[in-house]
C-alpha cells in the first residue's frame, strides 16, 4: 500500500503520477527484471555524505550510468564523499536501504539533505520511483518530477553525472 504521506502530499500538491506494484527490488538490476510494465527512465538513488564538512546528499543518477564519486567529490566542492549508513537513511529520510527515493526527502523535515540530479533525470520525459516502500513505483512526467522537486524548497543540483 502506497505511503500516506507520499500519497497525501502529491494529492495536495496536485502532481500527477501512474502507480505500478511489483515485486520487491533492491537494485537496479532487479528492478530492470520485476518492472518491465513501468514506463520509465530508469534511475538509482543514492544517499551520500561528506563527514568531514558534516553534508548529506541524494544523488538521482540514471540506473545503467556508474556513478564518478571523485568528479562529484570535486563538483560538489566536498573533501570526501562516502555511502550514507543506514542509520543516518533512517534518521535523515526515514528510509531502509533498497526504498531510496525522492520521497524521502518528504521526511527530511529540517532541509538537511541537498539533492544532486543527474541532467539526463531532469530532461527526461517520464521518471519513476519507490513511494518509500521498494514494491511499488509511480511514474511522473517531466513537469510533475519537476514540481514535485520544487515544491521541496530544499537545496538542488542539477549537473551532468
Not at 570535486?74 to 535523515?92: A, D, I, R, V
Not at 513537469?143 to 543540483?157: M, N, T
Request: proline fraction near 4%; charge should be positive; charged fraction near 30%.
Amino acid at each position: 500500500m502506497m505511503d500516506k504521506i507520499v500519497k497525501e502530499y502529491l494529492e495536495k500538491k496536485k502532481i500527477s503520477y501512474e502507480f505500478y506494484t511489483h515485486p520487491a527490488v533492491f537494485t537496479t538490476q532487479e528492478a530492470g527484471r520485476h518492472c518491465k510494465h513501468v514506463p520509465r527512465k530508469a534511475c538509482k538513488n543514492l544517499f551520500l555524505q561528506d563527514k568531514e564538512a558534516n553534508k548529506l546528499f541524494l544523488v538521482i543518477i540514471v540506473a545503467e550510468k556508474r556513478l564518478d564519486i571523485k568528479a562529484l567529490t570535486k563538483s560538489l566542492k566536498t573533501k570526501h564523499l562516502s555511502f550514507g549508513n543506514p542509520e543516518l537513511l533512517e534518521k535523515y529520510l526515514k528510509l531502509k536501504p533498497g526504498s531510496v527515493s525522492p520521497f524521502g526527502l518528504l521526511n527530511d523535515e529540517k532541509k538537511d539533505v541537498d539533492i544532486v540530479i543527474d541532467k539526463d533525470i531532469w530532461d527526461a520525459e517520464m521518471v519513476n520511483f519507490h513511494p518509500n516502500v521498494n514494491t511499488e513505483s509511480l511514474a511522473l512526467k517531466k513537469d510533475g518530477f519537476h514540481a514535485y522537486i520544487e515544491s521541496l524548497q530544499q537545496r538542488k543540483i542539477i549537473l551532468e553525472l
